[in-house]
């Protein structure tokens, strides 16, 4: 734990003087912070607005009144309970299979001796190297050649496949925070080398598992690419590829994509602003110096 | 403590997600409630329209097992939604088949997926465009449609998917492309439609002296400058030479030598000078919108503008005539768009027959698909109920016998891999990136992905 | 000694099991797609028939001519440096202004941070919106001249995307080096205030080592993420106009898929996993050995 230095609330806001430059930086800062928050005042403003508000006001005008009639097109449309189901359950299987298989992983290299496990680690790391989408076409071949396409587990395997790499890199890093005495008593004791993870190095490794599992899910729950080229069947898609196909050419109805935008980004804001604390623990992880 | 908790938190949601999955599938169930009012005014029509030889081959699977049927559909956005309304009409007459519909994007996915269904099968019903079956036809991918469903539809719907005397596509509907023109403002400003480009260059010289924009654009849009550039060929080059694209690939004729293919691609430049400045940053409907207050006079285009325009403002009136090509003789643009094909190798071909007899059969559905598209039925007897102020336009053309069809050029030019890029080659052109040599010299390097075959 | 050494192997063994499920996962999905586009990458073969010819190095002959190919990749590196500057640049200036003492700091760190949840796919159609219709109204309301269709001219759409990109992007890296700022020890500053060093100084002799991991991180996940762009372009600019915005991915998305060249797209790909691979290399290299010294 010592890796996230000194906790963020005790010390560093109370300790700095607040003079007049740090309230010049409050300024821009708050400037800043609405020029980022306008392009989701547009978004929030434009789901709410009539299609023909939308042609003929300012797109900076308020909507004359709340247009709820486009959250329905946009749950509608988006079929959005199958969506959200699909998304949720591709994005939850995958993090907890990559959690289950990178931790084992990790701890065997990092605890096996000779040449093998080294190579091993190097074999997994390239994979942070290479992204998938830059061999997004063999990918796509040969799962149809494996019937992998347009199927729950071909979709969530291709999640945990690309998602190893770095997984395995994450917990390794960690593996230096279980303390080896712990595993050795446990080994005099006569436990055996699984045995010995689940009992022993497995509930050490929690706020390792956190990160890894934030930081995947993140990614898997945005994800574009791979969703269209795996799971196009009616009942498969993602949220994102249903987003898309709102977007694409000759669509008319941007009160209703907005719409659809708000509803989609709701949920993964709310649990960000839930889970904050691991979030920002799980993304800087590494940052620092341990 | 915190892990449990989150682990707890994840596995409890994933049951909930689990339950609400199958949940989720009887959507289909409660999507079929409504087809119960439509299918029943269309069950009488329909089955005094069969005749008997027809009824027999989809009768064996109609009191037969349950059957799920597969089907690929490559859609414009403006189809999107036909599924649930074939699925009802289906419902009614043949409770026992299930369609398991992948609803695509024809521009995007389409094409991979039907790749990737070469290798390991096809479905049993693919719903498509005209053009696609030329494609997949050829490789022996498709099965022949039975005489009995394609009898159902206009004799024009058959020409351009039939191959060796086999016809391998159910032409559903269409479009018609062309320039919509504000009929009020012509009107008002005493214009004649114009049949030649120096009637054009009239009007164009007329609205710019009064700050009229000639053409309404949205060349944001790469796609529309493909679609306007064919629209161009088809009146300019493959009127002359209707195998221009066959000569093309045997190296008679080329981009850069054929004046008339040139004339083609330069009516882009003449549009691009007369348009918004700001067409590069112009989407669809914000060129349609400003069309419809009266910015802009034409715009060339097809059937998909229509639900804009009337969005808008209902009471627009518009037109539609055909660009003007040199030799004054342009023909309006008329392109079958939804063609159902099926596998060739489908198991089930009593109920993929049972899915062609209510697509073909069923006119209660068919009015409902074209109103929904704001297309044109390929069905005989089959009129849409949707105001469309250009259709006095289109049966004028029609009736003078001025009317084309697109899938002679797109049969041998493709659009994939060939129109497309050509037309991103146009936009770069046109924005001053590269020389108008340089652009017919890219389109003649692409010789090798003109076709599909 | 003898009884330790079996003990190891034994061990070793059962270490070597946990191994290979996640191995087999792992070259099912990456190492072999790799060793297949290195297969195709050889062949003519379209995507669809069931012959595949062999034609040799054919495929990237051709690609070192390609002018639409080496104009990708153009557009993709300059794409990658603007990123890489921009919002290494940013995220740090923001990250400071927040770790300077200045009040609510967490709704600051929240709302730059928001944007990163969105996808990407999203991002691109939002600010396709707000370049063409929502931004040149500002001008209406103040008078002003500013040209913000960004999107609409090969020479601006570089600017326009990366924008949006670190829009969505800057409060992630900002983070990072936030978490970086708050472990650096207050000790360290004091020692320099001590030998009179001022603010600048300080910044750059005590906070930039110490940041020297962080900023390891955020270079190498700035570049490789920017070289494989595609999500963001798909609904904004579709690689227009023209092809001024078209990157590598998507190019190749273009020629093995919708335009049946998949031999030829496959060595396009080759070339993207090799180019990728020797960056991401170099870049640790180069990071880590400044580390080291700092």
């Known amino acids: 734990m010592a890796k996230f230095g000194r906790s963020k609330q005790s010390e560093d806001i109370t300790s700095k003087p607040y003079t007049m430059s740090t309230f010049a930086v409050q300024v821009v800062m708050t400037v800043v912070a609405l020029v980022f928050l306008f392009p989701l005042f547009v978004i929030l403003n434009y789901s709410f607005k009539t299609k023909k ?76 190297l290479i992204p998938f989408q830059a061999l997004f076409l063999p990918i ?88 269209s080229l795996y799971v196009s069947k009616k009942g498969l898609k993602t949220l994102t590829v249903a987003i898309q196909s709102l977007f694409s050419a000759q669509a008319s109805d941007y009160t209703t994509a907005m719409a659809a935008i708000v509803v989609s980004v709701l949920p993964i804001s709310i649990l960000f602003l839930s889970l904050q604390k691991y979030f920002i623990k799980g993304m800087t992880v590494g940052a620092v110096k341990g | 403590m915190k892990k449990k908790a989150l682990s707890l938190f994840l596995c409890s949601a994933m049951t909930v997600s689990m339950l609400t999955g199958c949940g989720g599938s009887g959507d289909g169930g409660a999507a079929e409630a409504p087809a119960a009012d439509t299918a029943q005014d269309t069950e009488a029509p329909a089955a005094a329209e069969e005749e008997p030889a027809e009824a027999e081959a989809p009768a064996a699977s109609t009191d037969g097992e349950e059957v799920t049927l597969t089907v690929l559909a490559g859609q414009s956005t403006t189809d999107a939604g036909i599924e649930d309304m074939i699925d009802a009409a289906l419902a009614e007459k043949y409770p026992n088949i299930t369609l398991e519909w992948e609803c695509t994007g024809w521009d995007g996915e389409f094409h991979p997926k039907m790749q990737q269904y070469m290798q390991s099968g096809l479905p049993d019903i693919i719903i498509g465009k005209a053009q696609d079956v030329n494609t997949y ?202 063609a159902i094909m099926t596998s060739a190798e489908t198991e089930h071909q009593d109920a993929v027959n049972c899915v062609l007899d209510v697509l073909s059969g069923d006119k209660e559905l068919a009015v409902e698909i074209v109103d929904f598209t704001k297309t044109a039925s390929m069905l005989k007897d089959v009129t849409p109920t949707y105001t469309n102020p250009s259709q006095a336009d289109i049966d004028a053309y029609a009736a003078k016998g001025m009317i084309v069809d697109v899938t002679l050029g797109n049969n041998q030019l493709v ?16 924005q001053g990136d590269i020389s108008f040599e340089d652009c017919l010299a890219a389109s003649d390097a692409r010789v090798g992905s003109s076709s599909a075959q | 000694m003898n009884k330790k050494k ?45 012959e595949k010819d062999f034609v040799g190095i054919s495929n990237y002959i051709n690609l070192w001519k390609d002018a639409n190919f080496r104009q990708a990749w153009w557009f993709t590196i300059k794409f990658t440096i ?102 650096v020890p207050s000790d360290l500053y004091e020692a320099a205030k001590v030998d009179g060093a001022n603010a600048v100084q300080r910044f750059f002799n005590v906070t930039i080592p110490m940041l020297a991991p962080a900023i390891t991180i955020c270079v190498v996940g700035i570049t490789t993420g920017s070289l494989k762009v595609y999500d963001l372009l798909v609904s904004s600019t579709g690689g227009g106009p023209g092809r001024a915005s078209t990157s590598v991915i998507q190019m190749i998305y273009a020629t093995a898929i919708s335009g049946r060249q998949y031999g030829y797209g496959s060595a396009m790909s080759v070339t993207l996993v090799v180019i990728l691979l020797m960056v991401a290399m170099i870049q640790v290299k180069g990071l880590k050995s400044k580390e080291v010294q700092s």
């Open chain 2, 415 to 430: 659009w994939g891999g060939f129109q497309e890029e050509n037309a991103a080659d146009i936009a770069a052109y046109l």
């Open chain 2, 137 to 338: 036809a050829s490789q022996g991918l498709l099965g022949e449609i039975d005489a009995a469903y394609l009898d159902r539809g206009l004799d024009a719907a058959r020409e351009n998917v039939t191959f060796d005397g086999k016809t391998y596509g159910l032409v559903y509907n269409a479009l018609y492309q062309g320039v919509y023109y504000n009929k009020t403002m012509f009107a008002e400003n005493g214009w004649e439609v114009p049949t030649t480009q120096e009637e054009l260059q009239a009007i164009i010289d007329d609205c710019n002296a009064k700050g009229i924009v000639p053409f309404a654009s949205h060349m944001v849009d790469t796609w529309s400058i493909g679609n306007v550039t064919m629209q161009f060929m088809m009146n300019d080059v493959f009127n002359n030479t209707p195998d221009w694209g066959d000569q093309f690939r045997e190296g008679k004729v080329s981009f850069a030598e054929d004046q008339a293919a040139q004339t083609a691609y330069s009516y882009n430049k003449l549009i691009f000078d007369n348009t918004y400045p700001e067409t590069f940053s112009t989407e669809q409907t914000d060129c349609d919108a400003r069309m419809v207050l009266g910015e802009a006079a034409m715009k060339v285009s097809g059937s998909w503008s229509i639900q804009n325009f009337l969005d808008i403002d209902e009471s627009f009136d518009f037109g539609i005539f055909p660009f003007p090509n040199q030799t004054g003789d342009s023909k309006l643009i008329f392109e079958p768009n939804i």
């Open chain 1, 140 to 227: 796509y071949t040969i799962g149809y050649k494996m019937h992998l396409t347009n199927t729950r587990y071909g979709i969530i395997f291709m999640y945990v496949a690309t998602g190893i790499s770095f997984g395995v890199f994450l917990m390794n890093s960690f593996m230096s925070t279980v303390p080896l005495e712990l595993e050795e008593a446990a080994r005099i004791d006569g436990c055996s080398v699984v045995k010995t993870y689940f009992v022993i190095v497995f509930p050490l490794l929690k706020p390792a598992f956190a990160t890894l599992i934030i930081m995947q899910a993140f990614q898997i729950w945005n994800d574009y690419l791979l969703a």
């Open chain 3, 82 to 183: 603007a990123n890489t500057i921009v919002q290494n640049v940013f995220a740090l200036l923001f990250a400071v202004a927040l770790d300077s003492g200045i009040k609510a700091q967490k709704i600051y760190r929240t709302i730059l941070f928001i944007p990163c949840l969105v996808s990407a796919v999203i991002v691109g159609f939002v600010w396709l919106k707000l370049y063409s219709n929502v931004l040149p109204e500002l001008n209406e309301i103040f008078g002003t001249n500013i040209n913000f269709l960004l999107f609409g001219d090969g020479k601006t759409v570089l600017r326009g995307l990366v924008i949006a990109n670190n829009w969505q992007w800057i409060g992630y890296w900002m983070l990072i080096y936030l978490a970086g700022l708050q472990s």
């Open chain 3, 6 to 50: 079996t003990m190891q192997d034994k061990m070793n063994r059962q270490y070597l099991l946990l191994i290979v499920p996640g191995m087999v996962i792992f070259t099912i999905g990456v190492i072999l797609p790799l060793l297949l586009a290195l297969r195709y990458s050889f062949t003519s073969w379209d995507g669809m028939t069931v």
């Open chain 1, 53 to 128: 508000e939308l042609y003929l006001t300012s797109p900076l005008k308020l909507p004359d009144s709340l247009q709820w009639a486009n959250y329905e097109a946009a749950l509608k449309k988006l079929n959005l309970t199958t969506t959200f189901t699909n998304t949720f359950i591709y994005t939850a299987i995958s993090v907890l299979l990559l959690a289950l298989l990178c931790g084992v992983t990790a701890w065997a290299i990092s605890r096996g001796k000779g040449k093998f496990f080294k190579f091993s680690f190097v074999y997994f790391v390239i994979g942070i």
